[in-house]
């Protein structure tokens, strides 16, 4: 059954885009200048002429442009042709809070629509503990009581990586979020990004409803159809990957300075946005300065492992 399709949210007025301005390092999180947006961070490479072809693996990166103001304004990037992706527009700002549930919303639905759960993740959840619970007053048979252990061990790990993704992204911005299914972090089987690149970033008031906005991005998903054409995956290992501040402090995740995004491997690329009504007048144009060399990728020191009834 399709999702709902989203509630008439208000727009919020974007009190802080989502983009890091100027040299500090001291403080990684702070809010930007309104009316930027996110860019990819990353070496930035001069722009490719127009009879160039483009790699259909990879998502361009483009330098900064001077916008109307004298601001810079940096390029969004965009998928390459033969790449598959799904594009979400928001009408309006959403907080960095709606940033980090999208992130674990999509984590969840890939884990399920990929075969790695048996069930979607709040019912297995909650199959999983009434399971527990009977199990304390019922004898279970042995291969019943190895399901349960398989499962809450699941459970136990995935659980682990969404709270320390919701410290992540209380950090510092996170810009795009891995999903590596199957072979290793540098050959994955499967790779799903979620870019924020192009996400104003808003205060909890002035921004929209986190839910109406979930919605908004599975109803989406449902409409591109992106998994029903794909061949079952055997039960596989899961790394969560993500892009955020050399110095923002966080204990959990893994730096990897060197890291490049795979290029083989089957890629669907999910690109979150913001338009509407937006306040980009809030304080006046500043001269955009890059920082993005101090965005470094993390990885999650665990392995989430698939798991079938």
Same mark, same amino acid.
């Given at each position: +059954?399709a999702p709902?399709?989203?509630?008439d949210?208000?727009?919020?007025?974007?009190?802080?885009?989502? +983009?890091?301005?100027?040299?500090?390092?001291?403080?990684?999180?702070?809010?930007?200048s309104?009316?930027?947006?996110?860019?990819?961070?990353?070496?930035?490479?001069?722009?490719?002429?127009a009879?160039?072809?483009?790699?259909p693996?990879l998502?361009?990166e483009?330098?900064?442009?001077?916008?109307g103001?004298?601001?810079m304004?940096?390029?969004?990037?965009?998928?390459?042709a033969?790449?598959?992706?799904?594009? =979400?527009?928001f009408?309006?700002?959403?907080s960095?809070?709606?940033?980090?549930?999208?992130?674990?919303?999509?984590l969840?639905?890939?884990?399920?629509? @990929? #075969?790695?759960?048996?069930?979607?993740?709040?019912?297995l959840?909650?199959?999983c503990? *009434?399971?527990?619970?009977d199990?304390?007053?019922?004898?279970?048979?042995?291969? +019943?009581?190895?399901?349960?252990?398989?499962?809450?061990?699941?459970?136990?790990e995935?659980?682990?990586v969404?709270?320390?993704?919701? /410290?992540?992204?209380?950090?510092?911005?996170?810009p795009?979020?891995l999903?590596?299914?199957g072979?290793? =972090?540098?050959?994955?089987?499967?790779l799903?990004?979620l870019?924020?690149?192009?996400i104003?970033?808003?205060?909890?008031?002035?921004?929209l409803?986190?839910?109406?906005?979930?919605?908004?991005?599975? #109803?989406?998903?449902?409409?591109?159809?992106?998994?029903?054409?794909?061949?079952a995956?055997?039960?596989?290992?899961?790394?969560v990957?993500?892009?955020? #501040?050399?110095d923002?402090?966080v204990d959990?995740? @893994?730096p990897?300075?060197?890291?490049?995004?795979?290029?083989?491997? *089957?890629?669907?690329?999910?690109?979150l946005?913001?338009?509407?009504? /937006?306040n980009i007048?809030?304080s006046?144009?500043?001269h +955009?300065?890059?920082?993005?060399?101090?965005? =470094?990728?993390?990885?999650?020191? =665990?392995?989430l492992?698939g798991? #079938?009834e």
């Open positions: +059954m709902a399709p989203p509630e949210a208000r727009g919020g007025r974007c009190a802080a885009p989502m +983009m890091p301005c100027g040299g500090g390092h001291s403080n990684p999180s702070r809010p930007l309104a009316g930027q947006k996110m860019a990819a961070p990353g070496v930035a490479v001069p722009p490719a002429r009879t160039s072809p483009t790699s693996l998502i361009a483009a330098p900064p442009a001077l916008d103001s004298g601001g304004r940096p390029r969004r990037s965009g998928p390459a033969g790449c598959p992706s799904v594009s =979400v527009v009408p309006g700002a959403v960095r809070e709606s940033c980090c549930r999208f992130a674990c919303e999509f969840k639905h890939v884990l399920h629509q @990929r #075969h790695q759960l048996p069930l979607p993740y709040e019912q959840a909650y199959f503990r *009434r399971a527990a619970q199990g304390d007053v019922i004898k279970n048979p042995p291969s +019943m009581d190895l399901a349960s252990k398989k499962c809450q061990q699941v459970l136990m995935l659980e682990g969404l709270q320390h993704l919701e /410290i992540m992204f209380s950090l510092t911005l996170v795009r979020v999903i590596l299914l072979g290793n =972090v540098m050959s994955p089987k499967e799903y990004e870019n924020l690149e192009g104003c970033e808003g205060s909890a008031e002035e921004s409803k986190t839910a109406s906005c979930v919605r908004k991005l599975f #109803h989406s998903l449902f409409v591109a159809d992106v998994f029903s054409e794909l061949k995956l055997p039960v596989t290992g899961t790394v990957m993500l892009q955020g #501040h050399r923002c402090g959990w995740f @893994r990897k300075l060197n890291y490049k995004v795979p290029t083989r491997g *089957r890629k669907l690329t999910v690109n946005s913001c338009d509407g009504d /937006i007048t809030a006046p144009p500043q +955009m300065v890059s920082t993005w060399e101090d965005y =470094v990728w993390f990885q999650a020191p =665990v392995t492992k798991f #079938h």
